[in-house]
Protein backbone atom coordinates (compact mmCIF):
# COMPACT_ATOMS: atom_id res chain seq x y z
CA UNK A 1 0.00 0.00 0.00
CA UNK A 2 1.09 3.67 -0.83
CA UNK A 3 2.25 5.65 2.11
CA UNK A 4 0.69 9.28 1.47
CA UNK A 5 2.99 12.23 1.98
CA UNK A 6 1.81 14.07 5.11
CA UNK A 7 0.78 17.65 4.23
CA UNK A 8 3.27 20.76 5.42
CA UNK A 9 1.55 23.34 6.98
CA UNK A 10 2.72 26.73 5.53
CA UNK A 11 3.72 28.78 8.47
CA UNK A 12 5.94 31.92 7.48
CA UNK A 13 6.24 33.86 4.27
CA UNK A 14 9.97 35.16 2.79
CA UNK A 15 10.18 38.09 0.78
CA UNK A 16 13.16 38.96 -1.26
CA UNK A 17 12.63 43.02 -2.75
CA UNK A 18 15.10 45.57 -3.58
CA UNK A 19 14.98 48.78 -1.22
CA UNK A 20 16.59 52.15 -2.28
CA UNK A 21 19.20 53.30 -0.11
CA UNK A 22 18.61 57.15 -0.54
CA UNK A 23 22.74 57.65 0.87
CA UNK A 24 24.02 55.36 -1.10
CA UNK A 25 21.75 56.26 -4.09
CA UNK A 26 21.63 52.64 -4.60
CA UNK A 27 19.38 49.79 -3.94
CA UNK A 28 20.19 46.97 -1.39
CA UNK A 29 18.47 43.82 -1.37
CA UNK A 30 16.23 43.62 1.45
CA UNK A 31 14.78 39.66 3.19
CA UNK A 32 11.94 39.61 5.68
CA UNK A 33 11.31 36.03 7.30
CA UNK A 34 7.40 36.60 9.17
CA UNK A 35 5.00 34.26 10.11
CA UNK A 36 1.26 34.00 8.16
CA UNK A 37 -0.19 34.08 11.74
CA UNK A 38 -1.03 37.34 13.15
CA UNK A 39 -0.64 38.66 16.65
CA UNK A 40 -2.79 40.84 18.05
CA UNK A 41 -0.71 42.30 21.11
CA UNK A 42 3.20 42.91 19.91
CA UNK A 43 4.60 42.62 16.77
CA UNK A 44 7.18 40.09 17.50
CA UNK A 45 10.03 39.95 16.32
CA UNK A 46 11.84 36.72 14.91
CA UNK A 47 15.14 35.94 15.54
CA UNK A 48 17.35 34.37 12.76
CA UNK A 49 20.86 32.79 12.73
CA UNK A 50 22.64 33.70 9.58
CA UNK A 51 25.64 32.09 7.54
CA UNK A 52 26.49 33.19 3.73
CA UNK A 53 29.15 31.26 1.69
CA UNK A 54 29.54 32.58 -1.79
CA UNK A 55 25.90 33.05 -3.67
CA UNK A 56 24.13 31.27 -0.60
CA UNK A 57 22.02 32.62 2.91
CA UNK A 58 20.95 30.30 5.52
CA UNK A 59 18.64 31.47 7.74
CA UNK A 60 17.82 29.45 10.77
CA UNK A 61 14.83 30.54 13.12
CA UNK A 62 15.17 30.88 16.45
CA UNK A 63 12.09 31.66 17.58
CA UNK A 64 10.03 34.92 18.50
CA UNK A 65 11.42 37.55 20.33
CA UNK A 66 8.91 39.87 22.65
CA UNK A 67 9.39 44.04 21.35
CA UNK A 68 11.32 46.27 23.95
CA UNK A 69 8.15 48.36 23.35
CA UNK A 70 5.23 48.28 25.24
CA UNK A 71 2.81 49.56 22.50
CA UNK A 72 0.38 47.24 21.08
CA UNK A 73 0.55 46.41 17.71
CA UNK A 74 -1.05 44.17 14.91
CA UNK A 75 0.58 41.88 12.30
CA UNK A 76 3.30 39.24 11.87
CA UNK A 77 6.04 38.79 13.98
CA UNK A 78 8.85 39.74 10.80
CA UNK A 79 13.06 39.48 11.09
CA UNK A 80 14.87 41.60 8.34
CA UNK A 81 18.47 41.59 7.00
CA UNK A 82 19.53 43.60 4.31
CA UNK A 83 21.76 41.75 2.14
CA UNK A 84 23.40 44.22 0.36
CA UNK A 85 23.61 45.55 -3.43
CA UNK A 86 23.36 42.35 -4.90
CA UNK A 87 23.19 40.83 -8.88
CA UNK A 88 23.04 37.46 -10.34
CA UNK A 89 21.59 34.08 -9.08
CA UNK A 90 21.21 33.29 -5.37
CA UNK A 91 19.97 30.64 -2.93
CA UNK A 92 18.20 31.38 0.36
CA UNK A 93 17.78 28.39 2.49
CA UNK A 94 15.13 28.60 5.52
CA UNK A 95 15.36 25.92 8.59
CA UNK A 96 13.42 25.59 11.66
CA UNK A 97 14.61 24.72 14.91
CA UNK A 98 13.55 20.61 14.64
CA UNK A 99 15.10 20.60 10.94
CA UNK A 100 13.11 20.73 8.35
CA UNK A 101 14.03 23.57 5.82
CA UNK A 102 12.98 25.01 2.65
CA UNK A 103 15.66 26.33 -0.62
CA UNK A 104 14.79 29.03 -3.14
CA UNK A 105 16.38 29.91 -5.88
CA UNK A 106 16.25 33.08 -7.24
CA UNK A 107 17.76 36.25 -9.90
CA UNK A 108 18.18 39.74 -8.70
CA UNK A 109 18.74 42.01 -12.32
CA UNK A 110 19.09 45.81 -12.03
CA UNK A 111 15.12 46.12 -11.80
CA UNK A 112 13.48 42.76 -10.99
CA UNK A 113 13.60 39.29 -8.62
CA UNK A 114 12.77 36.14 -10.32
CA UNK A 115 12.13 33.35 -8.01
CA UNK A 116 13.63 30.03 -10.62
CA UNK A 117 13.21 27.30 -8.08
CA UNK A 118 11.30 26.34 -4.39
CA UNK A 119 10.43 23.27 -2.62
CA UNK A 120 7.65 21.20 -3.59
CA UNK A 121 5.56 21.27 -0.41
CA UNK A 122 7.38 24.48 1.60
CA UNK A 123 6.47 25.77 4.79
CA UNK A 124 7.76 28.92 3.93
CA UNK A 125 6.21 31.06 0.89
CA UNK A 126 8.06 32.94 -1.34
CA UNK A 127 7.30 36.96 -2.07
CA UNK A 128 8.51 39.80 -4.29
CA UNK A 129 6.50 42.42 -2.84
CA UNK A 130 8.28 44.88 -0.58
CA UNK A 131 6.83 45.60 2.61
CA UNK A 132 8.24 49.35 4.16
CA UNK A 133 11.07 49.41 6.11
CA UNK A 134 13.64 52.07 7.92
CA UNK A 135 17.57 50.85 7.31
Do not use: C, W
Not at 20 to 42: C, M, P, Q, Y
Not at 105 to 122: A, G, V
Amino acid sequence: MARKRQRVELEYLLRVFPHRDNRKAGHNVVISIETLKEFVSFQYEVLLEERRTDNEFSFRILGLHAPRSVMPAVGPARGIRVLGALRGTYRIRVSKPDGPENLFSFKISDTTIRLLESPEQPFVLFSTEPIPITI
